[in-house]
């Protein structure tokens, strides 16, 4: 049981049990919370739970299954301040942290998720296991809001804002299977590591531009009342896909340690979206992209482990985040190329005998 100084107050708990020679083990995690925030007329609601059961089936092979149920229901705390009066001072100082410019009633963001999975584990022998782990995801969403719109105006105290709405869905699937071998060469000891992994996202939402209310003080908020008018809608729809391939070995060779590590990546992004006029029920379509890339990334490390518990190491890794529909080549109009990156790292760890 808990309160914090904004008056929003929790109950958790985690309870689990199981056989005697532990080949059942069940576990139950759970909160509940409720209250106000830091931000005035923004209060938040939270319901989670998340189940998990284990089950030793045999000596060497064991499945896990996890749960997670998720909902929130309130306001949102982040709010689109302006510069001025929240960075740099107006001549009337800085507006209270706990301001809120949104219209009581109207600003929500509400949203369900639930995750539902397995981890499995297989030992062939002492050094060759199997694992494999997936996940399913699904989310509901509901976001509404009065925002600012522009910078603060030139009295220095009034804000314009504008009203926007946004409700949206996703299913998610993740997996990965992996197979871990460990061996010896000569006097080089290996923990190899081979993998594929899959990941899909289908998504939708619309988003909605309201009719904007009238402009707020931010040093003395009167709220309007908002009762918002429809203005456009925004729907978009969209299949993500990702799937990769790895390979690493872990290699110890007295007190010298040194990975070497690569993966491949293929990736599909298919999205396509319209604008709907409220007023004349006409639909325009906004086009469809699908963009696909694919990269190589390997990574590097080695290190030295002295017996006074300093380890001396340095690594290299390399990066790879496709691009999606949006950003656009506002010339061409053409999706960016995929970001990527590399890191170079150098330094001194440190683990004391008794650790």
Request: glycine share 10%.
């Amino acid at each position: 049981l808990g309160v914090d100084a904004n008056g929003q107050y929790s109950a958790a708990f985690d309870v689990g049990t199981g056989t005697a020679d532990n080949d059942h083990l069940v576990r139950l995690v759970g909160l509940y919370r409720d209250g106000d925030t830091q931000i005035n007329h923004t209060e938040q609601k939270r319901w989670f739970l998340a189940p998990s059961y284990s089950w030793q089936i045999a000596e060497r092979t064991r499945l896990t299954l996890l749960g997670m149920y998720q909902k929130d229901d309130g306001g949102s705390t982040y709010q689109f301040l302006p510069a001025a009066g929240t960075l740099n001072p107006t001549r009337y100082g800085y507006m209270k942290n706990s301001t809120f410019i949104g219209e009581p009633g109207w600003n929500t963001f509400d949203r369900t998720l639930w995750t539902a999975g397995w981890l499995f584990e297989h030992a062939f022998n002492d050094h060759l296991t199997l694992t494999q782990s997936a996940r399913r995801t699904h989310v509901d969403s509901l976001y509404r809001g009065v925002v600012t719109f522009g910078a603060l105006n030139a009295d220095g105290r009034t804000q314009n804002r504008r009203g926007v709405m946004g409700t949206g869905d996703s299913d998610g699937d993740t997996f990965d299977t992996r197979l871990q071998a460990r061996f010896a060469t000569g006097a080089v000891d290996h923990t190899v590591l081979l993998g594929w992994d899959w990941q899909r996202a289908d998504w939708e939402g619309v988003r909605s531009a309201m009719s904007s209310p009238r402009p707020i003080d931010i040093f003395n908020p009167v709220y309007s009342n908002y009762v918002p008018t429809l203005s456009t809608e925004t729907p978009t729809a969209g299949v993500n896909r990702q799937s990769g391939v790895y390979l690493q070995d872990q290699l110890a060779l007295g007190n010298w340690r040194l990975t070497l590590g690569g993966r491949y990546d293929w990736t599909k992004d298919d999205s396509s979206s319209a604008n709907r006029n409220i007023s004349t029920g006409i639909s325009t379509p906004g086009g469809r992209n699908v963009i696909k890339s694919e990269a190589f990334t390997g990574r590097a490390g080695v290190l030295y482990a002295f017996e006074n518990g300093l380890t001396p190491y340095v690594s290299y890794a390399e990066s790879f985040q496709p691009s999606t529909k949006s950003p656009l080549d506002s010339f061409t109009q053409a999706a960016f190329e995929p970001v990527t990156g590399s890191q170079w790292e150098a330094g001194l760890k440190y683990q004391p005998a008794s650790h």
